[in-house]
């Protein structure tokens, strides 16, 4: 089989895990989706009573764009963690989907376009839930619907790399709690990191993946840019590139090791 991709078959193992979603998506939304919209709430309304501004700006104004890429990065983790590694060692979905003429880097490709659009529902619906609580001060924060496919891909070759390399589904509890619940905490998104830390530390900030899809949010939605969200950009879209690439080449080893 040749190694190149053939965008219909990838869209074919998009819409695939589409259809199974469309009938159990009531079920699969609510735990990612609500879980940022109760820290809106906790922290906006309850802290923000006490801190009014922080950075210059209301509290809920300021923590609103770190949750909006905290809820597209859930909703591409949840989907490029649990789910695929259940598809390929449980259902053995990708067994069957080899058995036609879609390769392994088209079952890739499109389980990267369904972690996507998983984040982009989230952090979408959530962000209009923001823009209707009058938390997003800035128009230009439509911007923010393509700055969550970003995070979406970039989280979800992250998973999917993770979930290609672990030989059993408890670890998964490792990477929720020891990498994605520090970086949605010190990722700039409870409290401005430059102000607490000093810049002396900051550059431990900037090699973390989800500071730097908060710091996109966030410059859409209040409207301030700056020649910093360049580097963003290629941090975000170059690491995702090197994990795309890490994943399939797991994939491959992966799927083809004798059954056990």
Known sequence: MTEGIILKSALSVWWRNFSMYSKIWKLNLLPNFFEPVFFLLGLGLGVGFYIPQIAGVPYPIFITPGLIAIAAMNGASFESTYN???????????????????????????????????????????????CLFGYVPSWWSVGVLVILILTG????????????????????????????????????????????????????????????????????????????????????VGLGVFFHWLTLKQFKKRIHQPAR
């Open 153 to 236: 891909y970039l989280f979800a070759t992250i998973g999917m790399a993770f979930s290609f390399t672990i030989p059993a589904i408890d670890l998964f509890s490792v990477y929720f709690t020891i990498f994605l619940t520090p970086l949605m905490i010190f990722s700039d998104t409870f409290f401005p990191l430059q102000e607490r830390l000093g810049p002396d530390w900051m550059w431990i900030a900037e090699l973390t993946p989800l500071f730097h899809c908060v710091r996109l949010t966030r410059a859409f939605t209040t409207g301030h840019f700056s020649n910093i969200l360049i580097w963003d950009i290629i941090y975000i």
């Open 84 to 130: 695929v590694f259940v598809r390929m060692n449980y259902n053995r979905v990708y067994d069957g989907v080899l058995a036609t003429p879609v390769n392994e880097a088209e079952i890739v490709l499109g389980e990267i376009f369904w972690a996507v659009t998983r984040s982009w529902i989230y952090g979408g619906a959530f962000y209009i839930i923001t």
